[in-house]
T-cell receptor, first 114, second 117 residues
Framework: KAGVTQTPRYLIKTRGQQVTLSCSPI?????VSWYQQTPGQGLQFLFE???????NKGNFPGRFSGRQFSNSRSEMNVSTLELGDSALYLC?????????????FGEGSWLTVV | AQTVTQSQPEMSVQEAETVTLSCTYD???????LFWYKQPPSRQMILVIR??????QNATENRFSVNFQKAAKSFSLKISDSQLGDAAMYFC?????FGGGSEKLVFGKGTKLTVNP
């Protein structure tokens, strides 16, 4: 079956703009998480959604937001982009309910802010 | 808050030899999961192996095995018979078994593994 799909894969934005990234989880998965990966800070948890509800949130400013739709697809939005938002944004999905269930990652969306 | 530390930013190994990557973590919880993820140049995170804290037996997946020392809060990854395809960034990650079902992962900074032919 198809893996976690993230779109777009690459994008360049200007400071002050906003961006929306999309994530389609593996079919049947209802839990979706987002991570930011930068050379300096490494992998940092952004937020997690389950059944259209935000279940957990990382320590990021309010410019970072997300949502999940009824089909489990998720989007994240970053408003008023800053140069420091340049990063690889990874989406992950999992099958809720199983103890220690595997979390699968997408290939990520590369965001460059200029 | 939980933290994960990988003290080796880079490691190298000769093809067919064995290498061990280190990971320590800090938590006050008694039940949790630990993972090793591999991130090749494609950047997709791939699960290598996982360990449940309440299981004393070390996990093994083919050429990959872990040394889980719960008291010492240590979780090292051993790669046997290293292959060129093992070259990648390796991340150690922690996940709480509590937290209302949250599947948040806390990652270490990673270890870049180079495999020399």
């Amino acid at each position: 079956k198809a893996g976690v799909t993230q779109t777009p894969r690459y994008l360049i934005k200007t400071r002050g703009q906003q961006v929306t990234l999309s994530c389609s989880p593996i079919s049947g998965h209802r839990s979706v998480s987002w991570y930011q990966q930068t050379p300096g800070q490494g992998l940092q948890f952004l937020f997690e959604y389950f059944s259209e509800t935000q279940r957990n949130k990382g320590n990021f400013p309010g410019r970072f937001s997300g949502r999940q739709f009824s089909n489990s697809r998720s989007e994240m939005n970053v408003s008023t982009l800053e140069l420091g938002d340049s990063a690889l944004y990874l989406c992950a999905s999992s099958l809720e309910g199983a103890r220690g269930n595997t979390i699968y990652f997408g290939e990520g969306s590369w965001l460059t802010v200029v | 808050a939980q933290t994960v530390t990988q003290s080796q930013p880079e490691m190298s190994v000769q093809e067919a030899e064995t290498v061990t990557l280190s990971c320590t973590y800090d938590t006050s919880e008694s039940d949790y999961y630990l993972f090793w993820y591999k991130q090749p140049p494609s950047r997709q995170m791939i699960l290598v192996i996982r360990q449940e804290a309440y299981k004393q037996q070390n996990a093994t997946e083919n050429r990959f095995s872990v040394n889980f020392q719960k008291a010492a809060k240590s979780f090292s990854l051993k790669i046997s018979d290293s292959q060129l395809g093992d070259a990648a960034m390796y991340f150690c990650a922690y996940r709480s078994a509590f937290g209302g079902g949250s599947e948040k992962l806390v990652f270490g900074k990673g270890t870049k593994l180079t495999v020399n032919p």
